[in-house]
């Protein structure tokens, strides 16, 4: 306490940082007690206290182990499509040496990020629907026949990927890209001057 006191100054430096994680990380907690209440949104305060029912009901649904596979299979196609993209094209940015359209490229796939997800389904919807699906008036004269894309439930899962593929592939490209600048260009020379091939470098 005492040196805490003598150094004043510097604790005071820690209060807006204090604030901030009081007011937007702890607070909030709060609002996990609504897993536990019957809740009503239009008078809190009459919210009767449930304890797991709510947990019960979950893992006895008939439909939970149905949710349970579509999440782990949508996070494991996450892994094996999107993880790799950012990568791979981090990796093809850095080797553009035309500045000038390094830098176009890299704001094109990066401006998705700061789309929200309502934007991100508009878009699916305006692309796959039958109604009023880009993709859907493309096939239609080519084909002679529509795909019901969003209600077909074997290709849910490839939908969801690709929507997080295309949103996030940019902000993952970003963090991998400053990454690979920070490498010194000795360790490329000496990879070169070992017979390293570009690839392999």
């Known amino acids: 306490l005492k040196r805490i006191l003598s150094n004043w100054q510097i604790y005071l430096l820690l209060l807006p940082g204090l604030i901030y994680f009081a007011v937007f990380k702890i607070a909030p907690l709060w609002g996990l007690t609504i897993a536990f209440q019957d809740y009503n949104p239009y008078r809190p305060e009459l919210s009767t ?7 019960i ?7 939970f182990l149905n949710m349970l596979r579509n999440t782990l299979v949508i996070n494991l196609l996450n892994i094996v499509f999107y993880f790799p993209l950012p990568i ?3 990796v093809a ?3 553009i040496r035309f500045r000038r359209y390094k830098r ?3 704001s094109l796939v990066y401006l998705p990020h700061f789309l929200s997800w309502v934007v991100v389904a508009s878009f699916t919807f305006f692309l796959l629907s039958m109604d009023v699906g880009l ?16 209600s077909n439930p074997r290709l849910f899962w490839f939908i969801i990927t690709a929507q997080s593929i295309w ?5 993952g490209t970003i963090l991998f890209l400053a990454a690979i600048t920070s490498i010194s260009p000795d360790r490329y020379e000496a990879a070169a001057i070992d017979g390293a091939t570009r690839f392999q470098q």
């Open 93 to 95: 940015l850095s080797e």
């Open 135 to 150: 993709i859907n008036k493309l096939l239609l004269p080519l084909t002679g026949k529509q795909i019901s894309f969003l």
């Open 49 to 55: 206290f449930v304890g797991f029912k709510h947990f």
């Open 104 to 106: 176009i490229t890299q």
């Open 57 to 63: 009901d979950l893992f006895q649904s008939r439909v």
């Open 88 to 90: 791979i094209l981090s």
């Open 167 to 171: 949103r996030e592939t940019g902000w």
